[in-house]
């Protein structure tokens, strides 16, 4: 190998490294822009973890301990919070978060919730005074307070924090893209050798395919996931379910790596079959 062989080969390995770096930047960019700063696959996450369902077992039992103080039945109370109204006011709070829509409309539950005591209370024969409405439209409040606090975790606050970077990451990810495409670019430039640099390609395709294989296999091979302790146990597991979703996002990077990677492997081949065919030609 010739001084300026040696030096485009190591130009093309040092091209490569670059071009696997920012593939990887890229590939990670793209998954938090489809998944930290998408409200809508947060809400699929959390329908996904079964997160109204988890939480109608936690809140149910508040509404019962109010409802008792009151002197109202538990099957009554625990009629006024279905898994329906906790899903739909977790995804307002999202939406409300990612300022998408206004939130979940409080106002309108306190309603529904005012009539079926209200009913309730004239089943049992008591009398509707101003005070008895009072009454009834507190604990209706407090209903719709108890679940407003439930769905207003800490997490919507961070997620709506790291929402204010989405213009940033965006940006970063159409500059990695560039980069990849002025590296794809200059790597034939610099190597002529159509297998000097595809070999290239080769380098940096399957070091990028090393490293998303790796994330999620640590990930889950460690259990990060599993091991949470974030109380309540409906956030616990959907804040899980969503990091998986997230580790998993390396996994379907993989798709398109493999195929470039494939598809690198059948030209080596065909042009290292080809070389052979003219040596014993010649």
Sequence with gaps: ???????????????????SLFMLLLITGIILLRTVMNPWYIVSRMEKSDFADNALVELREIFISNGLAAGVSRETMASLITAEHIADAAEGSIMETFNVSGGYNFDSYIDEVYIVLHNYAVSLGVEITADTKDGLLSLAEL??????????????????????????????????????????????????????????????????ALICIAIPVIVHGTGITSRLQITPLSYNRFISSWLTGVIDGYIIALIPLVLIIGICIVIRIIRWHRRNTRYKNS
């Design 1 to 19: 190998m010739s001084s300026r062989s040696k030096v485009r080969y190591v130009a093309t390995v040092a091209l490569s490294y670059f071009l």
């Design 143 to 208: 209903c719709a307070d108890t679940l407003k606090e439930y769905v207003s975790s800490p997490i919507f606050d961070i997620l709506a924090q790291i929402h204010s970077y989405n213009r940033i990451l965006f940006v970063a990810v159409a500059a990695f893209a560039f980069l990849c495409l002025v590296i794809i670019v200059m790597i034939p430039f610099v190597n002529r050798r159509v297998t000097r640099w595809i070999d290239g390609f080769l380098y940096a395709t399957g070091a990028t």
